[in-house]
Every structure is written in structure tokens, then in C-alpha cells.
């Protein structure tokens, strides 16, 4: 079995990243042509793809109805706020989703290789990890920026 590796591999998982999710995360972080990005694992080829991404207009709750109710995913969310003093901000969070209901070797598989996507992806500002959708409304977003 051969394995592709970009950038450097991480000796724990071994899994690669596909070339397209820093181009699609680069979209999303300085032309803003998507609201958020979901990555998956794809078992056939040992690497982290792209699985959907939510156009601008998109809602958070858009964003969290795509993700898979029992299955593991990475996200990437962009989060538009205004703050106190009336300014137009915006922050990257990235989001590992693992729902308690999903498999444990999914949960194994997204846990050790987390880093390596996210090593790939520069400029997040926040993380969250989150095991049901409670741990990642968007009060806690509301939060994390304020």
C-alpha cells in the first residue's frame, strides 16, 4: 500500500491531505467565497478531501445540518460578527466534529490525524471539539470572540 504525503507526514496517522483543502480554505480566508468547509477522511485513498462547502449566504444552521449526524468530520466555519464598538469583524473556527454516536475507529482515525489538517490550514483563530451539537452552537462561537 503506497501513501501520498504533502507537506510532511505525521508519523501517528500517516494520513495525507489532499491538495485542494488549502486551496478551498485559501477561498474561503481571503476571497470569503464559501461560509465553511467540511473535510473528510477518505478511507481508499488515506487522505483528508474536501466533502462540501456552503456558499457565502449560508446560515450557521446550514452549516451545522451538513455535518453527518453520526459520522466524524473537520469543518472549517467563517464568523461574521460586529463588536461593541460597531466594527465589522470576522474569525475562522475550526471544528472537529466527532458525535458520540459515531464509531470508535472513525473517532481513533479523526483524532490522529486532526493535526496534520490542521497544520495545513493557517489562520484559524479558534477550535472547538465538539461530541454533540450542544458543545457547538453558535452561542459558543458568540463566546470564544467576545
Not at 494520513?15 to 477522511?41: N, S
Request: charged fraction near 30%.
Amino acid at each position: 500500500m503506497s501513501f501520498r504525503f504533502r507537506g510532511g507526514a505525521n508519523a501517528s496517522s500517516g494520513m495525507g491531505v489532499a491538495d485542494h483543502c488549502k486551496g478551498t480554505f485559501l477561498e474561503l480566508q481571503r476571497k470569503k467565497a464559501h461560509r465553511y468547509v467540511i473535510f473528510k477522511i477518505d478511507d481508499k485513498k488515506n487522505e483528508v478531501i474536501v466533502e462540501k462547502t456552503g456558499n457565502p449566504a449560508e446560515s450557521y444552521e446550514d452549516f451545522t445540518l451538513a455535518l453527518p449526524e453520526n459520522d466524524c468530520r473537520y469543518a472549517i466555519y467563517d464568523y461574521d460578527f460586529v463588536t461593541s464598538d460597531n466594527c465589522q469583524k470576522s474569525k475562522i473556527f475550526f471544528i472537529a466534529w466527532s458525535p458520540a454516536t459515531s464509531r470508535i475507529r472513525a473517532k481513533m482515525l479523526y483524532a490522529t490525524s486532526k493535526d496534520r489538517l490542521r497544520h495545513e490550514l493557517d489562520g484559524v483563530h479558534y477550535e472547538i471539539q465538539a461530541t454533540d451539537p450542544t458543545e457547538m452552537e453558535l452561542d459558543v462561537l458568540k463566546e470564544r470572540v467576545y
